[in-house]
């Protein structure tokens, strides 16, 4: 089984740019605090790093 990681939108989305929201709505994140829970490849984990300035990042077994 592949690793999870659990994704989380810690700030919002006011003052990012058109790249960073559509990330955001990409990795399935609407509002403040929503969770998600996706495997850990290179293209989530490339997403993440775009907006790791809005998101929180925890590895999940």
Do not use: P
Not at 15 to 42: C, F, M, P, Y
């Amino acid at each position: 089984m592949a690793k999870q990681i659990k994704i989380t939108l810690t700030k919002g989305l006011v003052n990012s740019n058109i790249k960073q929201r559509e990330n955001v709505r990409s990795l399935g994140l609407h509002k403040i605090g929503q969770s998600v829970t996706r495997e850990d490849t290179a293209v989530y984990r490339g997403m993440v790093n775009k907006v790791r300035h809005l998101v929180t990042v925890e590895e999940v077994d």
